[in-house]
T-cell receptor, first 113, second 116 residues
Framework: EPEVTQTPSHQVTQMGQEVILRCVPI?????FYWYRQILGQKVEFLVS????????KSEIFDDQFSVERPDGSNFTLKIRSTKLEDSAMYFC???????????FGSGTRLTVV | AQSVTQPDIHITVSEGASLELRCNYS??????LFWYVQSPGQGLQLLLK??????LVQGIKGFEAEFKRSQSSFNLRKPSVHWSDAAEYFC??????????????FGKGTKLSVKP
């Protein structure tokens, strides 16, 4: 079964550093998403991406965040200057055209120290 | 405001017993409803979804859910729980427009423990 692949599975970074979280969506999917889950809290939408541009973003997704699809397979989330409160599990997801439902990756646990 | 409520934070059931996890939603448009399961350290796996049609939907691993518009509910059920079902379960609601799904709004999750 096709999977969404996320790397790394766990990343520790110093406060103020830039991090890039990487995702390889399912190959025939066209819509890409990032969600995050702070420990003990609900999963929250960050951003959706289609046709090489952001289609929707939440208020969490401020100027510190950016997304990019640098080639035909990768989808990245960059946090420019990490804060302690950015510590969370970040999930990438993708979906195809139509009512297929999302497929989520296994997540990257980001710890900011 | 759009929201999903899972009133039970933690449920413990005996193996072989039946299970019902509750989910209520508040959503302005026609809702598309999902249940996801998350095992420790794992990602979110789609159990089932409701888009339209038959209000009783079947999913993977023997789960089913029933959409009740009048009650704004989408409860998840399983007739006989297995130890491997121990995990956290998330209900989510979203929209569908322009040929794709919009963002999902998740509930806080219900953690299921299974007693031998």
């Amino acid at each position: 079964e096709p999977e969404v692949t996320q790397t790394p599975s766990h990343q520790v970074t110093q406060m103020g550093q830039e991090v890039i979280l990487r995702c390889v969506p399912i190959s025939n999917h066209l819509y890409f998403y990032w969600y995050r889950q702070i420990l003990g809290q609900k999963v929250e939408f960050l951003v959706s991406f289609y046709n090489n541009e952001i289609s929707e973003k939440s208020e969490i997704f401020d100027d510190q965040f950016s997304v990019e699809r640098p080639d035909g397979s990768n989808f990245t989330l960059k946090i420019r200057s990490t804060k302690l409160e950015d510590s969370a599990m970040y999930f990438c997801a993708s979906s195809r055209q139509g009512e297929g439902g999302y497929t989520f990756g296994s997540g990257t646990r980001l710890t900011v120290v | 405001a759009q929201s999903v409520t899972q009133p039970d934070i933690h449920i413990t059931v005996s193996e072989g017993a039946s299970l019902e996890l509750r989910c209520n939603y508040s959503y302005g448009a026609t809702p598309y409803l999902f249940w996801y399961v998350q095992s420790p350290g794992q990602g979110l796996q789609l159990l089932l979804k409701y888009f339209s049609g038959d209000t009783l939907v079947q999913g993977i691993k023997g789960f089913e859910a029933e959409f009740k518009r009048s009650q704004s509910s989408f409860n998840l059920r399983k007739p006989s729980v297995h130890w491997s079902d121990a995990a956290e379960y998330f209900c989510a609601v979203g929209a569908y427009y322009g040929g794709s799904q919009g963002n999902l709004i998740f509930g806080k999750g219900t953690k299921l423990s299974v007693k031998p």
